[in-house]
């Protein structure tokens, strides 16, 4: 569920406020007009009881006259039929009237008001209506006075019972109407606020959508860092928006480094074929060259021949092997095989292998540790790899008469290993894409195809570890660790 936030609030209370104040003001402007109306008709008939009470012989000495009564009374009810005429007491009591049988509910009214009207309150005053046992209505009243004594009231009701039953008739359709113009009325207000409360709600939805629909993983530029949220917060969108500008961050990150791997693999495949183009294109012309001219070539010349295209088809099989052991590298399919041995007999027994390489080019191989390394746990047959790979690159780079160095040390939880030559080292614009890609090494990338660094990196990834290209005076520095056996033990 979506909860407001505080502008979205704000629009929902200012259109029940607008409601409000409209239903407010239909309800007083009617409560208005009604009062209105009644002042009207009573100050309009004010003088109406006195001119009853004056004009006419309602009671005598020996109490009413009941005939002069009816008959004023039904005269003047079927002149104006809008007014009832009753005689009062002076408690109240009705003692005279022209009500039809069972029309007459009250036999008593309340004489406070007619005295309030009598003087001089501020209109309307209504009074009770005696053919209804509740209602209320405007009135004109005069004291009847008999010899000179107050003996009574006339009093009028200025909203008779068939003027109310008519009113009643013509205000229902007049309501109706009125209803309808209010309710028309009300509906508009109420959908021009809830456009209002829709637009603030669906403000922020509407953002987040034009930011999603405007994504683009392919955009030159990177996208922008996405706002921290505050402690605590509780608005979903912005949670949303917080959470989509992350996965687009994400996104857009992890599609440039796909980019960037599809493109040094694009480069990696190019610089492999131009690799193995050379190698096979030799061997196919001395072999072609053999079985042209078989007949012709000395025995020296089909040996020097034969020799020539075994090795150029070593050198195919060895970048084969380069190729099929990063591949079973960089697919996870090689299992490390841990064992504890001593780094610094591993170490001879690679040198050894490169001892006479080294001579014929006078170049000086050094090892260099200290007395009791401490053992190291890994994978003997892989670590040997690494070691083969970074030491064939160095003796490649380092020029003839030079000398490359091999160091060992202890650290709290590994044995460091750094080999290091005297060449001319790496271009510090290559230097990023040395575990990369084989193009970094230029043209003297080995028989291997440039594939060592990058079969050496994925060795030491697999032991937890990484390798790096260190800054040195001279040539280059490879550092890397691998883990003491007594760390893992511990």
């Known amino acids: 569920m979506i909860k407001p936030n505080l502008w979205q609030k704000l629009a929902l209370v200012m259109s029940a406020l607008m409601l409000t104040c409209c239903m407010a003001l239909l309800a007083w402007q009617m409560r208005t007009n009604t009062r209105h109306e009644q002042e009207v008709v009573q100050r309009l008939s004010l003088g109406l009881a006195e001119h009853i009470a004056q004009r006419s012989e309602l009671m005598d000495t020996s109490g009413m006259r009941d005939a002069a009564v009816r008959a004023l009374f039904g005269q003047l009810m079927a002149v104006n039929p809008s007014v009832e005429v009753y005689l009062l007491d002076e408690q109240g009591r009705i003692l005279g009237h022209d009500a039809p049988s069972g029309h007459l509910m009250r036999s008593q009214v309340d004489v406070a008001p007619l005295r309030r009207l009598l003087s001089g309150a501020a209109l309307p005053i209504l009074g009770d209506d005696p053919r209804s046992a509740d209602g209320r209505k405007v009135f004109s009243v005069a004291p009847l006075v008999v010899q000179g004594r107050q003996a009574g009231y006339v009093y009028v009701v200025l909203v008779g019972e068939h003027r109310q039953m008519l009113a009643d008739d013509l205000a229902a359709g007049s309501q109706w109407h ?86 040094q693999r694009r480069e990696l495949v190019a610089n492999i074929s131009h690799d193995l183009r050379t190698p096979l294109s030799s061997l196919h012309g001395y072999l072609e060259t053999l079985a042209l001219k078989e007949a012709t070539l000395s025995p020296q010349e089909r040996r020097r021949y034969l ?145 060592g660094l990058l079969i050496v990196q994925r060795i030491v990834q697999l032991h937890g570890r990484r390798i790096e290209l260190r800054e040195s005076e001279q040539g280059a520095l490879f550092v890397f660790a691998l883990p003491r056996a007594d760390a893992e033990t511990n």
């Open 178 to 263: 009125t209803t309808l113009w209010s309710v028309l009325l009300i509906g508009g207000l109420g959908l021009l606020a809830g456009l209002v409360a829709f637009y603030w709600v669906t403000r922020p939805l509407r953002q987040v959508t034009r930011r999603i629909q405007a994504f683009d993983i392919d955009a030159p530029t990177p996208l922008p860092a996405p706002v921290p949220l505050r402690a605590g917060e509780r608005d979903e969108l912005k949670i949303l928006e917080h959470a989509h500008a992350q996965m687009a961050q994400r996104l857009g990150e992890q599609w440039q480094q796909l980019r960037q791997q599809d493109l």
């Open 307 to 451: 020799g020539i295209a075994l090795a150029q088809s070593a050198k195919v099989g060895r970048l084969a092997r380069a190729l099929f052991e990063l591949a079973r590298l960089e697919h996870g399919e090689v299992r490390l095989e841990w064992e504890v041995f001593a780094l610094p007999e591993l170490l001879q027994d690679v040198l050894q292998k490169f001892e006479l390489a080294a001579q014929a080019r006078g170049q000086r191989l050094h090892a260099e540790f200290p007395p009791g390394l401490p053992l190291v746990r890994a994978d003997l047959g892989l670590v040997e790899r690494v070691l083969t790979n970074l030491l064939d690159n160095a003796l490649r780079h380092a020029p003839d008469g030079g000398s490359v160095q091999v160091q060992l040390s202890a650290l709290p939880d590994s044995v460091q290993v750094a080999v290091q030559d005297d060449g001319p080292g790496v271009l510090p614009a290559l230097r990023g894409q040395l575990f990369q890609a084989p193009a970094a090494l230029g043209a003297r990338r080995g028989e291997n195809g440039g594939l």
